[in-house]
């Protein structure tokens, strides 16, 4: 009899609740999905991703408290709408415990409905997330069906822990609740609400006062080190939360004000059904506004840093690169090694060279200055300005496919990123001429094409100057280059072959210290400024010093130079016998960390918004009963069908747009807050040189939140429909 009845209510509640059944459904699938990384054989080869498993845990670990909370909420909820009928059950003699017990069993039949559905759309799910994340890194993916089964078991796992404990704590509430709470039990979270002392106008001011504050900290900074957006953020929370307390009442306060609007049409119906939904609910509307401003800013940060990383592969325009440093070297034997196993278009071999002159090199820091840059060491290549032989270049530029430019035999040009070029350009229409290695020459264009000069180590650091060849004789070469167009992209696999042969991967995240510098006109070799020193390893970024660098015009301000307090700078050619392999795919490897917050960011997101959006769904749809009769009530005192359907459909939308002004204003300045600071922390000058990149990102997120948030409000508005019959 019991098991009867167990399985009939457990019908009629996925009946009623079939979005919510839908949101755990779709929540066990992303987990699936995502967590089948962690097991994905193809996915382990990739390198560089050690820390993919422990990001996608840490991510899982957090939804689960997400999750938990919308479970504990919703069968809360189930709890209070059906009090009455549970009360009903006690009246008959049921004991607590029995009804403690069906309601357990009821719910645990739609957690096991749920998770079976969502287990099988992770299955396919988990294939077109794998796909997404080899492509990333240029791997090949061949869709198919199979089943993880240490996937599923840690997905099961996630899963019972959050709803037993949900479940298990409204077990506890039923077994010692009385019949008198049962029966009045839907109207006590009502009832307290309505009693708040908080809800008046005058915390309506309050809380837009906190929000604008909170605004303003996390826009002007004040204090720095992050602490102003923590403090801003906690003055948006309160600030939402008070408003959410506030408004009905505030709107009541003005409806009484302007009783000729209130009279005026169907507004009095609506805003008095309106503002009584609002108290019902307001400490719910403050935390969905926190998860959907949460749930944008998390896809608008993943957006931005995925645009930023394919914009600094982009601009790296040569799919190989071999690095010898010291000097030139015949690289032959590299080039028939690759070859063999990546068809090689185009290929060249050139010296980027150094001299003592600083003049673009301070333009360089000038330029960053005015971009407000954090102070970042210069690597122990880069403290003077870098040169390239003419004929090298145009070759370069053959092998891109750029326009030719005509070049003179006693003229510089300069090659740099887009957003020195206007500094540049000025610069040398200035100076008229240019001393390089005692030649006077004069000062020619400016070019800015992608040219591999965004990071360390290729064409220059931002910028080459371009000179006669013959101005090169005598200078130091920095370093070689090897710079190749392959005729089909590298993946991380080939890259690992590449490396078998000697080479080592060229990584810019680490390196040593440099000692016993004097001055930029004593460095006789590259072998000579690069003695390593016994000392500790720098990280590019820290601070460094450097004695006696000075600049031939008296550009470069005192504090400009490298301080005089340890004599050292920093280098990533850690291995002086050694030749490094960089390029447009080893780069994009070295932003591997991106791509996995990417992948975490984007799974937080669409739970978040799957949560609030079930949450307000259900609350949408929660008085189908009673606006049944007001809809009754309305139809006998005059009011057409199309007026009634136009009145709800009006108070539905208004429930829907609530919680989304706040959240969208915060998230949208946090996005461009984050994208600056990612923009601007990187060694090298900007890669983009307006904010259109950045609203991009912002349209990404708002847009991929519409999409998902329209569904569940198309969804809301059918079941509304049908509700209303």
Same mark, same amino acid.
Request: a positive charge.
């Given at each position: ?509 680490? /390196?040593?210290? +440099? *000692?016993?510098? =004097? #001055?930029? %006109?004593?460095?006789?070799?590259? &072998?000579?400024?690069?003695? @390593?020193?016994? /000392?500790?390893? +720098? *990280?590019?970024? =820290? #601070?460094? %010093?450097?004695?006696?660098?000075? &600049?031939?015009?008296?550009? @470069? ?5 490298? *301080? ?162």
């Amino acid at each position: 009899m019991l098991g009867k009845l167990v399985l009939r209510n457990a019908k009629r509640q996925l009946g009623d609740y079939v979005l919510y059944f839908i949101t755990i459904s779709c929540a066990v699938a992303c987990m699936y999905a995502y967590n089948a990384l962690i097991f994905s054989e193809q996915v382990k080869r990739l390198p560089r991703l050690e820390i993919l498993p422990l990001m996608v845990i840490a991510t899982s670990l957090l939804i689960i408290l997400v999750l938990g909370w919308l479970v504990s909420y919703m069968t809360g909820y189930m709890l209070r709408k059906r009090s009455r009928e549970l009360s009903i059950y006690m009246v008959s003699g049921l004991s607590n415990r029995t009804i403690a017990g069906l309601f357990l069993y009821e719910n645990l039949m739609i957690a096991g409905m749920a998770f079976v559905f969502g287990l099988l759309a992770g299955i396919l799910l988990s294939r077109l997330v794998e796909a997404a994340v080899l492509r990333m890194f240029g791997m090949t993916f061949t869709l198919g069906f199979s089943v993880s089964f240490q996937t599923a078991g840690v997905t099961l796992l996630y899963f019972a822990g959050m709803y037993l404990f949900a479940l298990h704590k409204n077990k506890r509430r039923l077994r010692k609740i009385r019949l008198y709470d049962l029966l009045y039990y839907d109207r006590q979270n009502e009832g307290r609400l309505l009693k708040q002392k908080s809800s008046f106008p005058g915390v309506f001011i309050l809380s837009l006062l906190f929000y604008a504050v909170g605004n303003m900290l996390i826009i002007l900074r004040p204090m720095g080190k992050g602490y102003d957006v923590l403090l801003g953020l906690a003055f948006v929370v309160t600030g939402l939360f008070a408003f959410f307390f506030s408004v009905p009442s505030f709107l009541a306060s003005q409806l009484e004000k302007r009783k000729g609007w209130a009279y005026r049409k169907n507004h009095l119906i609506i805003f008095r059904e309106f503002t009584s939904k609002l108290r019902s609910m307001s400490v719910v509307l403050g935390i969905l506004s926190v998860l959907f401003m949460l749930a944008v800013f998390f896809f608008g940060t993943g957006a931005a840093a995925r645009i930023f990383a394919d914009r600094s592969v982009e601009l790296n325009v040569f799919d190989i690169m071999i690095l010898h440093p010291g000097g030139m070297m015949d690289f032959s034997a590299y080039e028939k090694r690759i070859g063999e196993s990546f068809p090689i278009q185009k290929s060249c071999s050139y010296g980027i060279y150094g001299w003592e002159s600083r003049e673009f090199f301070s333009l360089r820091r000038q330029a960053a200055q005015e971009l407000e840059k954090p102070q970042r060491l210069i690597y122990a290549e880069y403290l003077s300005d870098t040169y390239m032989k003419q004929s090298d270049y145009l070759y370069l530029r053959q092998m891109l496919g750029y326009e030719i430019p005509e070049v003179y035999e006693n003229t510089c040009y300069v090659h740099c990123t887009p957003s020195l070029a206007g500094k540049f350009s000025d610069y040398m229409e200035k100076a008229g001429t240019i001393e390089v290695n005692g030649y006077e020459l004069n000062a020619g264009g400016v070019f800015s094409e992608p040219f591999s000069q965004n990071d360390t180590y290729g064409n220059g650091l931002d910028y080459v100057v371009v000179v006669p060849d013959k101005v090169t004789d005598g200078m130091e070469i920095r370093y070689g280059l090897y710079a190749a167009v392959t005729e089909q992209p590298l993946n991380s696999a080939e890259l690992e072959q590449l490396t078998d042969g000697g080479l080592v991967l060229l990584d810019r995240g680490n /390196g040593k210290s +440099v *000692s016993q510098w =004097k #001055s930029v %006109s004593q460095w006789k070799s590259v &072998s000579q400024w690069k003695s @390593v020193s016994e /000392g500790r390893p +720098v *990280s590019p970024g =820290k #601070s460094a %010093s450097c004695e006696g660098l000075t &600049s031939r015009d008296g550009l @470069v301000p005192p504090d400009d130079l490298l *301080s005089m307090e340890t004599g050292r700078a920093v280098t990533s050619l850690i291995y002086p016998d050694k030749d490094y392999l960089s390029g447009k795919w080893v780069q994009k490897e070295s932003l591997s960390q991106i791509y996995v917050l990417l992948i975490c960011l984007v799974y937080l997101s669409v739970i978040l918004e799957i949560t609030g959006a079930a949450i307000l769904a259900t609350q949408a749809l929660s008085d189908g009963e009673k606006k049944k009769r007001r809809n009754s009530i309305l139809g006998q005192l005059g009011m057409s069908g199309k007026q009634i359907a136009r009145l709800d459909s009006r108070q539905l939308m208004l429930l829907f747009l609530l919680p989304l002004s706040p959240a969208l204003i915060t998230s949208g300045r946090l996005i461009y807050d984050g994208a600056r600071k990612l923009l601007l922390d990187t060694l090298g000058m900007p890669v983009f040189t307006g904010n259109m990149w950045i609203w991009q990102a912002v349209a990404m997120a708002v847009g991929f939140f519409a999409a998902l948030y329209g569904i569940y409000y198309g969804a809301v508005r059918m079941a509304a429909e049908k509700q209303m019959g």
